[in-house]
């Protein structure tokens, strides 16, 4: 098995801040997924990489910029925070792109902006 | 049913009744992935159904899909309080020339009562 590492867990900043999030994968999978989740919705896809130094946007990449650095880890930087903005920000991984992979997702860094 | 713009939707039963989550999807899939979601955690897989199967079951659970109509269904027989969680459908889309992504719905959060 392998585990998905979301850091940090829980994150504060402010207004116009530039922020990142990180995502480790051990499962050696080629393919990792940003997901935003705002209270009482889905989840929108924001970036995924097929494959190291690959970056494909998702339906809400505005306002974001991510970075596949190496297999293992991916990414997302929000560019600049907006008031008042809460969300949970979800990494998964998966062993390829099509459909039939299982995403497997960490437990998610929580983003509030005061 | 889950899908476009609506808010999660919300289903309350008692321990020991059925019950069944539909999930409608607008473009063409080969592939229909339901994900259990526990307060605090990021989503796992639950069931993976084809386009070739009509029906797939694992222990209480039984997934249906109709690519004709383009739905699915998530049923649970004899709910248990454990299965309070919200549950997702996702469907693999293509996004664009050769990409394709994984794309959720809003959730159905299931309660399940003693």
């Known amino acids: 098995g392998g585990i998905i590492t979301q850091t940090p867990k829980f994150l504060i900043g402010q207004e116009g801040q530039k922020l990142t999030l990180k995502c480790q994968q051990n499962?050696?999978?080629?393919?990792m997924y940003w997901y935003r989740q705002d209270s009482g919705k889905g989840l929108r896809l924001i970036y995924y990489?097929?494959?190291?130094?690959?970056?494909q946007k998702g339906d809400l990449s505005e306002g974001y910029d991510a970075s596949r650095e190496k297999k293992s880890s991916f990414s997302l930087t929000v560019t600049s925070a907006q008031k008042n903005e809460m969300a949970v920000f979800l990494c998964?991984?998966?062993?390829?792109?099509?459909?039939?992979?299982?995403?497997?997702f960490g437990a998610g860094t929580r983003l509030s902006v005061l | 049913s889950q899908w476009g713009e609506e808010n999660l939707q919300a289903l309350s039963i008692q321990e020991g009744e059925d019950v069944t989550m539909n999930c409608s999807y607008k473009?063409?899939?080969?592939?229909v992935h339901w994900y259990r979601q526990d307060s605090g955690r990021g989503p796992a897989l639950i069931i993976l159904?084809?386009?070739?199967?009509r029906e797939k079951r694992s222990g209480r659970l039984r997934a249906t899909l109709d690519t004709s109509s383009q739905s699915s269904s998530l049923s649970i027989t004899a709910a248990q309080c454990e299965d309070t969680a919200v549950y997702f459908c996702?469907?693999?889309?293509?996004?664009?020339?050769?990409?394709?992504?994984?794309?959720f719905g809003k959730g159905t959060l299931l309660t399940v009562t003693p």
């Open positions: 990489s097929i494959t190291e130094n690959d970056l």
């Open positions: 499962f050696n999978h080629d393919t």
């Open positions: 996702a469907t693999h889309r293509n996004s664009g020339g050769s990409n394709y992504k994984l794309t």
């Open positions: 473009t063409y899939t080969t592939v």
């Open positions: 998964a991984s998966s062993a390829g792109w099509e459909g039939q992979n299982t995403l497997y």
């Open positions: 159904i084809r386009s070739n199967e």
